[in-house]
């Protein structure tokens, strides 16, 4: 089974052994490749039911739950990591759900689509128009994305928060990309961060 | 070599059980039934067990109905709890009428069924009988506990009871608690038998037993299991058909003229062909009595603190008995002790019932998380 490039740099990057909350966790494929791979134990929260029908089905812990209440459920400390993959720019309190991954887990990571990447600012530049693209295919009226942030935006708001960036990755087409010009020419960012 | 613990319509007696209310049974009878073989290790066994007026027939035609078990379309060779995996036991609860102890049984000081002077037992009595059954069989731990409603209850109290003997939990349409409303139902049942002259608190044993009470318990309860949409698509306003006229009209007294009232008539007389008054007391009770964080310092967690159990808890989206809010008191409960829990709130239209009835969904996830268990 191949992971999205996103969760393959994550489940490259969780230490064997650990223990993983997987926030907005889909059906869980990285889950499942966590617990398989690195004798991870994982633990799932996932909005829609059917995802996680198939996450329970593949035998994995799923809790079907909103990232914006139900966080706050979970006890201080209880995960090495707690990870939200391309969730973040869906909730309705990113901040919140940010201070709570790093209540829960020892570190966070983190992946978002990038709101300034080239050609999403070509889209609103000359087309005037909200960008659809491959990592962004919704129109705006039926998007899930609410709170849309690019790279610079969050290394500025995780600097004001005094969170410490212990990584970060970023994605073009697929393949990694240099940190160099990231916010113009990334679609697609991983961060690793702790308190 | 057959072993004569294993099979249909076994029942076994078992020694004396202390009660939460004090006191004790002597002894008590536990009727049960097995389906699919127990390993060399005793490690597959799973524990179904049943709701308010269920039984031990799971997938076993009914003794006195003929229907089919309660839950033959979930247990069975290939179905989503596979027998050619699992060992899978099934024990009327205490306090019922189908062989197990319970009021009309007959009280070996007096040689007379108990009746009312049956002690008053609760959810954790039942699963202490049932652990008392597990001794019997030989099974230390089970693969997994599953109920639906109070079987459900009875599967939430074992992890909490016994958090040694329970690897897996599946805790489907129930609460770890009775609400006033759930209280309130009950009790109206309860006043419709005891109502009923034929009761004669409790004695009735040798003669008519108060089945126009029983009757109308159930018919209260019905409503309960059903949804209201449910019940608007089923029957709407629609009338019952008569012989002058297929298509029925209003009476203008007080006949079953609508479907609806036919309907719960039959649903309320059919159960008295089937079940003990008395029992129906004492098991409403029963559930009336259970708040599992009451048992463990008015904190729902405390009652998982430290569980290595796995847990499955399932809602339907249009059960208004023990609706996704209770299922979710639970999940939080379980999150909050760091246990490995698994919730889905699925859809059905069935309302409380959708547990018994075709919910494809369900087979689904009890098939995964019971596939998934080492």
Known sequence: MTLRPDLAIIAANVAPGSRVLDVGCGDGALMAALRDERGVDARGLELDAGDVASAMA????????????????????????????????????????????????????????????????????????MPVTKLLPLEWYETPNIHHVTIDDFRGFVKTRGITVEGAWFLNRGRQTSAAAANFRAEHAVFLLRR | MIDPRFGPNRTATLGKLSLDGGGALASVDVAYETYGALAPDAANA???????????????????????????????????????????????????CMGSSGPASIDPATGEPYAMTFPVITIRDMVRAQGLLLDHLGIERLAAVVGGSMGGMQALSWAATFPDRVRACVVIASAARHSAQNIAFHEVGRQAIMADPKWRGGDYYDGDPPSAGLAVARMAAHITYLSEAGLTEKFGRK?????????????????????????????????????????????????????????????????????TTRFCVVSFDTDWLYPTSESRAIVHALTAAGAAASFVELRSPYGHDAFLLETPGLDRVIAGFLGAAE
């Not at chain 1, 006890?75 to 090495?80: L, N, S």
């Not at chain 2, 309660?70 to 699992?86: C, L, S």
């Open chain 1, 58 to 129: 593949r035998g994995l812990s799923v809790i079907q739950g909103d990232a914006d209440v139900d966080l706050a459920d979970y006890p201080p400390h209880a995960f090495d990591y707690a990870i939200l993959s391309q969730t973040l720019q869906t909730t309705r309190r990113p901040d919140a759900v940010l201070d709570h991954l790093l209540r829960i887990g020892a570190r966070a990571f983190v992946s978002f689509p990038n709101f300034a990447h080239w050609r999403v600012r070509a889209s609103l530049l000359w087309g005037g128009r």
């Open chain 2, 46 to 96: 799973i524990l179904v067990c049943h709701a308010l007026t269920g039984d031990q027939h799971v997938a076993s035609a009914h003794p006195r109905t003929g229907k089919p078990g309660w839950w033959a379309r979930m247990i069975g060779p290939g179905k989503p709890i596979d027998t050619d995996r699992w060992c899978v036991i099934a024990a009327n609860v205490l306090g019922s």
């Open chain 2, 239 to 307: 009338l019952q058909g008569r012989p002058d006229n297929p298509d029925g009209a209003k009476t203008f007294g007080f006949d079953a003229d609508f479907q609806v009232e036919s309907y719960l008539r039959h649903q309320g007389l059919a159960f008295t062909d089937r079940f003990d008054a008395n029992s129906y007391l004492y098991i409403t009770r029963a559930l009336d009595y259970f708040d599992l964080a009451e048992e463990h310092d008015g904190h729902l967690a405390n009652a998982f603190a430290g569980t």
